[in-house]
């Protein structure tokens, strides 16, 4: 990019060829970002956990069938 540059040269010496830093991080973000991206499953619409059927209260389990009582 700079060639014969003595300036940028002694930057890169002092503080790091922040350039290529900045463009190795935004490659692995983007990479992040695709694979974040991707379709997949819509969040929230998870299908309802299976949940037993309540229990009849107590005066109803105990009741009798038509006609089951003998007197």
């Given amino acids: 990019m700079f ?3 003595p300036i940028y040269d002694r ?3 002092e503080r790091g ?3 290529t830093q900045a463009r190795r991080e935004a490659e692995r973000v983007s ?3 695709e694979f974040v991206m991707q379709p997949g499953p819509p969040l929230g619409h998870a299908p309802a956990p ?3 059927a309540p229990q009849a209260p107590a005066w109803q389990r105990g009741a009798l069938p038509p006609g ?3 007197g």
């Fill in 50 to 52: 299976h949940r037993p």
């Fill in 3 to 5: 060639q014969d540059s």
């Fill in 68 to 70: 089951g009582h003998q």
């Fill in 17 to 19: 060829d922040v350039p």
């Fill in 31 to 33: 990479r992040e970002m």
């Fill in 11 to 13: 930057l890169i010496a």
